[in-house]
């Protein structure tokens, strides 16, 4: 058995007893017990900090705890994934475990988790600012723009724009004021990499603004994130205030001419704030509707001002492209893809999580060497990539080296890393479904392509699911797949016909099997489906009967017990309380009349 | 009403009265009364001397701004991919089974509102839901049925909120 995280805990300090209980009563509340291991040891640090504990694999150390930083700690670290910086050791750390996974390079996570994201010191201690002293004292705005240039970095939110061409094209409009946005709206299912940054190494991101500023000519910068993550909003406030006290932020930063002062704007829950005019509407206090492009926003922008957009990622990796060289991360990656990339695997793997790879890694080395292989042992089938705009890959190209040009080749994008593992127990057509119930929820309604058209590819995308698909139904979704991304304006319209195309591309079977045999192989679409005892191995315990909501099992105690399909709502409960695994779930289908 | 017009100064004065912060006076408004209502809509408008029309399209576009009143329990599912790929479907039926209404309602009796929420970066523990901001990982439907019980045994409501 793999856990998720274990846990040392230093048993001799006095109160480290009630601090355990509640540690381990609070697991068991959440059902975390088969996933976190609690172990005791004699003491932790260098020095006895009252009681303490380390988290694996991340390596995080809290020291002085009282029974209800125990709790707290399982709820935020262990539950929700945000380490709770004020319990963390300061001093000197312990080298950190490194994840299992020994292709993972950190560039843009390297402080994540090692640094106090609560105390700039610790940034400057490794180098934090340094970058921003050298672009002000040493560089003109193009030699930054060259060493940009050399790096390749490309944007990481999304399409993979380069980014030394949208920093030239924001320094060469004309016009007195410009602004520098950072766009930590990242909305991808199961990305929460901009988060972990912003939690955990604000400063790197604010000092890559910085830079951008300077290049672009900006004097004033906006910080938009998600109202969803409100640890990262007060860590970036407390970054900026902090930074702003150090004259880092400010007037004539360093003693030099540039000025430059950051806000931070929260959304209110729109999916498409997360595409860059959207967001900018946003800010100004609109709704959060695209624009058409162009005039881009690197001529016009925010209020109408030349403005420079990137997201959290992007703005991460350029304090380390000046300090180390754009050589040293042109290194890393592919011809066209260049250094590291954070993804967010999810799914049925075993290890789930947030990692960094330089690109060029193949899926199945994300998927098996990193994540640890296919959950329960089963077969892989698909990993979906890019967030609802993107594709489903199947297992044909999992030796393909991921970068921004085999994603988009293989009918996928990268988006902002987003890696979630499909196993042979989902229905592809099903997946499909889902990701048009969510885009057309979050499309602004501005397109009527995207608007209407997104509901009408879902109405026959649920028929197909719920056995009324028709002979032409997936040409009908491919005709219109088309013109909902040709006619769109932006990128949530444009992508959002790219999880169906994708999986009619790969998993035609699948979706003919439900028109045409009204069949579902992976035994998911529930009108397609009937749970079966097996009268040979049942044990007449009665439990089935008894858990069934809807009273659709009959039978007399020790006899073979029989489910009704006609009364059977397929919530699956008889399937979870079988103790002899009598129940089974059958697709047999039928062959469509005529 | 004069205590949602004493708020309503108090959020102003917390963005400076600045027009450009209408979506966050509007969220916090929400968050902090349970919805805007029409009269605290038009509130806004006068007092930041913007056309009513302007705020209430920004309040009705956010998912995270409620113009209708909201029940006592507020249940939310995660809508992303790696919690429905765990099973969320069956969740997801449950919930609107379980409680009779469907994502975006508020039961008639005023006691439960049900809403989906984007990634909450649980994905390891999914399908998550939260029940007033409590997060529950795991989900079945099994165990849907037995947590809203719970919740309706008990008269208190039974949440400490323990997810600020």
New interface residues.
């Given amino acids: 058995m793999t856990y998720r995280a274990n846990i040392l805990i230093s048993s001799s300090a006095p109160g480290a007893q009630a601090v355990e209980q509640a540690l381990l009563e609070k697991i068991y509340e959440h059902h975390l017990d088969g996933e976190v291991q609690v172990m005791q040891a004699a003491t932790l640090g260098p020095q006895a900090q009252g009681v303490e504990l380390v988290i694996y694999p991340e390596g995080t150390h809290y020291v002085q705890l009282t029974p209800e930083d125990a709790r707290l700690i399982v709820e935020e670290h262990l539950l929700k994934g945000r380490p709770i910086a004020r319990l963390m050791f300061k001093g000197i750390e312990v080298e950190p475990l490194e994840a299992p996974a020994s292709k993972e390079i950190r560039v843009v996570l390297r402080n994540v988790g090692k640094i106090d994201p609560g105390n700039i010191d610790d940034y400057i201690a490794v180098d934090g600012y340094g970058a921003l002293g050298k672009v002000l004292t040493e560089m003109t705005p193009e030699q930054v723009l060259d060493e940009l240039k050399r790096s390749g970095l490309r944007g990481r939110g999304g399409a993979g724009f380069p980014t030394h061409l949208k920093w030239t094209f924001a320094r060469n409009a004309p016009g007195d004021e410009k602004f520098v946005i950072c766009n930590g709206d990242e909305g991808d299912p199961g990305a929460f990499m901009n988060r972990r940054v912003l939690e955990g190494d604000p400063h790197a991101v604010i000092e890559g603004m910085a830079i951008a500023a300077y290049v672009i000519g900006a004097r004033q910068g906006y910080f938009y994130v998600r109202a969803e993550y409100p640890i990262a909003i007060s860590t970036l406030r407390l970054a900026i205030q902090q930074a702003r006290d150090y004259g880092l932020l400010g007037n004539n930063i360093l003693g030099t001419d540039f000025s430059f002062d950051l806000e931070v704007r929260m959304g209110a829950g729109a999916f498409v704030c997360g595409e860059e005019t959207a967001l900018m509407q946003s800010i100004e206090g609109a709704r959060g509707m695209p624009t058409t492009r162009p005039p881009f926003p690197a001529t016009k922008g925010l209020w109408a001002k030349p403005s420079n957009i990137n997201n959290v990622e992007t703005y991460a990796n350029v304090p380390q492209i000046i300090l180390k060289g754009g050589e040293w991360f042109a290194s890393m990656g592919t011809e066209k893809s260049k250094g590291t990339k954070t993804f967010a695997i999810a799914g049925k793997v075993k290890r789930t999580g947030l990692i960094e790879v330089p690109l060029g890694v193949t899926i199945r080395e994300i998927v098996y060497d990193v994540g640890g292989g296919i959950l329960n042992d089963k077969k892989f089938k698909a990993v979906q990539t890019g967030g609802p705009m993107g594709g489903c890959i199947p297992e044909k190209y999992l030796d393909l080296p991921v970068d921004y040009e085999n994603l988009a080749k293989v009918g996928s994008i990268m988006g902002s890393g987003g890696f979630v593992v499909m196993d042979e127990d989902t229905c592809m057509v099903d997946i499909a479904r889902f990701f048009m119930e969510f885009t057309q929820d979050e499309s602004c309604g501005k397109c009527v392509p995207c608007r209407v058209g997104t509901r009408r590819m879902l109405e026959i995308l649920t028929d197909i699911c719920e056995g009324r698909g028709q002979p032409g139904d997936i040409e009908r979704l491919e005709a219109m797949a088309k013109y909902i991304a040709r006619a769109s304006l932006c990128g949530l319209g444009q992508g959002a016909p790219n999880p169906v195309l994708s999986t009619i591309e790969n998993f035609r079977d699948e979706y003919e099997a439900h028109i045409y045999e009204k069949r579902c192989p992976a035994k998911v679409c529930k009108p397609l489906i009937e749970y079966i005892i097996d009268p040979e191995t049942c044990i007449g315990c009665t439990r089935c009967a008894r858990n069934c909501p809807v009273n659709a099992i009959s039978g007399k105690p020790k006899q073979a017990h029989l489910i009704d399909p006609s009364v059977c709502v397929r919530c699956g409960i008889c399937k979870q309380v079988c103790p002899v695994n009598a129940i089974s779930i059958e697709s047999e289908g039928k062959l469509a009349v005529g | 009403m004069e205590e949602h017009m004493n708020l309503l100064t108090t959020v102003l004065e917390r963005y400076g009265a600045?027009?450009?912060?209408?979506?966050?006076i509007?969220?916090d408004l929400s968050q902090e009364t349970g919805y805007v209502s029409q009269e605290l809509l038009v509130a806004v408008a006068d007092r930041l001397q913007l056309p009513r029309s302007?705020v209430h399209?920004?309040a009705s576009?956010?998912?995270?701004?409620s113009v209708e009143p909201r029940g006592r329990h507020t249940v939310q599912m995660c809508?992303?991919?790696?919690?429905?790929?765990?099973g969320g479907?069956?969740v997801w039926?449950?919930l609107e089974?379980t409680l009779g209404i469907h994502f975006g309602e508020t039961t008639p009796d005023g006691e439960w509102t049900l809403q989906?929420?984007?990634?909450?970066?649980?994905?390891?523990?999914?399908p998550v839901i939260t029940i007033d901001g409590e997060?529950f990982?795991?989900m079945?439907?099994?165990k849907v049925?037995e947590l809203l019980g719970r919740y309706r045994g008990c008269c208190c409501g039974g949440s400490q909120g323990?997810?600020?």
């Avoid at chain 2, 600045?18 to 966050?24: T, W």
């Avoid at chain 2, 809508?79 to 765990?86: G, K, M, R």
């Avoid at chain 2, 989906?116 to 649980?122: D, E, N, P, R």
């Fill in positions: 600045d027009p450009e912060a209408l979506v966050e509007l969220r302007h399209s920004v576009f956010y998912s995270m701004i809508q992303d991919a790696p919690c429905h790929v765990a479907r069956e039926q449950a089974e989906v929420t984007s990634c909450l970066g649980l994905c390891s523990v999914g997060v990982g795991n079945t439907h099994a049925q323990g997810a600020a």
